[in-house]
């Protein structure tokens, strides 16, 4: 990969995908927090269909961190893992409640005290909800990392986010996420990709 490279990458995806945004449906940074976890292992989709249930019962850190986890799980019991999402969700509520009244924090070592947050996750809150740069870095743009050249095929994600951020500049980095991460959901897929007519092909390390 080279600078030149990777943002021909970038601006191709840009023609491909002109409004680029995250797809989870929230208020807050508090709820965007939630549906982030939620959304583990689970399409944003799914998510939205159980948050408006769950940030009308719990619409503070406080309230949630009273919570029942039975009656939270009830709520999202159609999402994957559900019973571990539910002991997440009210331990993070816990904490912000006792330790950041009620505000969810905006570095990443904080951030990833809390119960259920990594680096990704982490990552999103910082992007999505601060719009301080980062890079989040998913199955999908692990994948986009891989068959576009950022990193090689035996390469993790940590390898993948140090490549992004290497090739490109920190002002991009979050448009960037977005393309990647939304052109790797609906387009170039892990199962039967659209390869057929796709503009990036020729940046591509996957046989055709």
């Known amino acids: 990969m080279t600078f030149e490279r990777s943002y021909e990458i970038i601006n191709e995806l ?31 989709k799914r998510v939205n269909e159980v948050t408006p249930t769950l940030f009308a019962k719990y619409p503070t850190p406080k309230d949630l961190s009273l919570a029942n986890p039975q009656e939270v799980y009830l709520i999202i019991q ?20 006792k330790e950041y009244n ?27 909800g601060y719009k301080i740069p980062a ?8 994948r986009m990392a891989k068959r576009l050249g950022y990193i090689a095929e035996h390469e993790s994600i940590k390898e993948a986010e140090e490549s992004f951020r290497k090739y490109i500049e920190e002002k991009d980095w979050i448009i960037s996420h977005h393309l990647f991460l939304l052109f790797g959901r609906y387009h170039c897929k892990a199962i039967k990709p659209n390869c057929e007519g796709c503009s ?9």
């Open 102 to 128: 009620d505000v969810v924090p905006n570095t990443l070592e904080e951030l990833q005290k809390l119960s259920g947050v990594g680096r990704k996750t982490a990552s999103v809150i910082l992007v999505e």
């Open 78 to 97: 159609s999402l994957g893992f559900a019973k571990t999402k539910s002991i997440h969700l009210i331990e993070m509520a816990k904490t912000l409640h």
């Open 135 to 142: 890079m989040p870095v998913d199955t999908h743009l692990v």
């Open 14 to 44: 840009k023609k491909i995908i002109p409004n680029p945004k995250c797809e989870l449906n929230y208020t807050s940074v508090f709820e965007l927090l939630c549906a982030v976890i939620l959304s583990s292992q689970t399409t944003d």
């Open 200 to 208: 990036l092909k020729k940046f591509c390390k996957v046989e055709h």
